[in-house]
């Protein structure tokens, strides 16, 4: 997971290499700073009085959510206004899912009313990726199972990029759920790319098997103790426990995982300069103590912000718009 030659190379990109975005792992770093870069322009817009400018008009945007969502989905709809583009959004509760359509059937069926991209969430790793094979829309992943979730890590990273001058040896601790996490695995990919250290922290149960080979080789390094995670860190990203993908148990309480890995008050003060980021929903008391959620370290809110933007930036650089003359 170092960045590879070919990563790193088309330092001067004026638009990304795919059609879609389906997660961070094959977009290079020149794509992910262009991504960022057009995502700080939009940033601007949202301060302005009139939030909206004409960039995506005559384009329609369709937000299939086939999970449960608070962020992203609000995130994504409120950028496809900020844009002028027509957005539909779509949830399978209350849709013909119910009376068992398949989600080809429903994404060719909604596409037969001529449609221009599809933003998909979905508890099937992988879903997207399929659907680019069933539909010719541009297809953007908003988080598939316990897969990816890029557009979450490109926040996570513009939030980053707010905070220091380079991402080049920038020490960035991922704690909790790592085994269930699609942010954790997008955000891996996204700031092994940039140049930054990754510490993965968490359980032993909660650590994915393959992470151990990755850290053989590069700037990744996994770890069960959180002071050995946030000693000489500079951000901590927690991530929520996540119930609803573990099958059984994987540690004995929340009290427990709070006591041995959730970030404290205790840990601010220790630890004088770093920041702490949770892509939400937040557990208050179990990842981060409620103090540490609105502490002035935490930037947490930003990340929210920053998302607008950031999904901005990615409808208008997928939507080929910037690319007619
Ligand atoms: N961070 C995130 O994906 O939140 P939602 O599940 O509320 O969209």
Do not use: W
């Not at 030659?5 to 290079?28: I, M, P």
């Not at 817009?45 to 960039?55: A, C, E």
């Not at 220790?270 to 980021?277: A, G, I, T």
């Amino acid at each position: 997971m170092e960045p590879r030659a070919d990563k790193k190379a088309d330092a001067t990109l004026t638009g990304l290499n795919h059609r879609h975005l389906l997660g961070l792992s094959d977009y290079s770093s020149a794509e992910i700073e262009l991504i960022l870069e057009t995502a700080r322009q939009f940033r601007d817009v949202l301060d302005r009085p009139i939030k909206r400018v004409p960039t995506l008009r005559g384009i329609t945007v369709v937000n299939l959510f086939f999970e449960a969502s608070t962020r992203t989905r609000i995130s994504f709809e409120l950028a496809e206004k900020r844009l002028s583009a027509d957005t539909v959004n779509f949830s399978a509760s209350g849709s013909s899912v119910s009376k068992g359509e398949t989600l080809k059937d429903t994404a060719q069926n909604i596409e037969a009313m001529k449609i221009d991209m599809v933003v998909l969430r979905h508890s099937s790793p992988g879903a997207p990726h399929f659907l680019t094979r069933c539909v010719d829309s541009v297809v953007i992943n908003a988080g598939d199972g316990a897969h990816e979730h890029p557009t979450q890590a490109l926040l996570d990273l513009m939030t980053i990029s707010e905070l220091y001058d380079s991402f080049e040896g920038l020490n960035v601790s991922i704690v909790g759920d790592i085994l269930h996490s699609r942010v954790a695995r997008s955000n891996i990919h996204g700031l092994l790319t940039l140049g930054a250290n990754v510490t993965i922290c968490g359980p032993k149960p909660l650590i994915p098997v393959e992470l151990d080979k990755i850290s053989e080789s590069g700037n990744l390094r996994i770890t069960n103790n959180l002071d050995e995670a946030l000693e000489g860190c500079d951000t901590a990203m927690a991530l929520r426990i996540q119930m609803e993908r573990q099958g059984r148990a994987l540690f004995p309480s929340n009290r427990e995982y709070h006591e041995q890995f959730g970030i404290k008050v205790e840990h601010m003060n220790r630890y004088q300069d770093l920041m702490v980021m949770h892509p939400g929903p937040v557990n208050r008391g179990v990842e981060l103590a409620s103090e540490v959620v609105d502490h002035e370290r935490a930037v947490i809110l930003n990340q929210v912000t920053n998302g607008v933007a950031v999904r901005m930036a990615v409808l208008y650089l997928l939507s080929g718009q910037g690319s007619e003359g």
